[in-house]
Nanobody, 128 residues
Framework: QVQLVESGGGLVQVGGSLRLSCVVSGRTFSSYGMGWFRQGPGKERMFVATIDWRGSITYYAESVKGRFTISRDNAKNTVYLQMSGLKPEDTAVYYC?????????????????????WGQGTQVTVSS
């Protein structure tokens, strides 16, 4: 059974930083692309960042480019999202996601439909 557990969310002031972590268990973590998404109150779940299985290819939503960095440590089965220059509009529940089986399992994806496994989410609140 694949499990994803996020941590690192919290309350931070405008301009502050946070690092989210997502630990994956129940599969060979290093074979799969990973992503971060977020969902604000009353909004759809939106793409934030994605990374391929080796950590060599990353993509970001325009709204976070230059402020957020996705990375992974395959030895620790963990993917990270380093967030800096936080803004009130970054307030959301942040979800970690893992790609499912198949020939493209190691690649990146910016689509919610590209992922089969999701964590429970961690709240990030940016106060002004």
């Amino acid at each position: 059974q694949v499990q994803l557990v996020e941590s690192g969310g919290g309350l931070v002031q405008v301009g502050g930083s946070l690092r989210l972590s997502c630990v994956v268990s129940g599969r060979t973590f290093s074979s799969y692309g990973m992503g971060w998404f977020r969902q604000g109150p009353g909004k759809e779940r939106m793409f934030v960042a994605t990374i391929d299985w080796r950590g060599s290819i990353t993509y970001y939503a325009e709204s976070v480019k230059g402020r957020f960095t996705i990375s992974r440590d395959n030895a620790k089965n963990t993917v990270y999202l380093q967030m800096s220059g936080l803004k009130p509009e970054d307030t959301a529940v942040y979800y970690c996601a893992a790609r499912g089986e198949g020939p493209v399992r190691g690649l990146t994806s910016a689509s919610v439909r590209g992922y089969d496994y999701w964590g429970q989410g961690t709240q990030v609140t940016v106060s002004s």
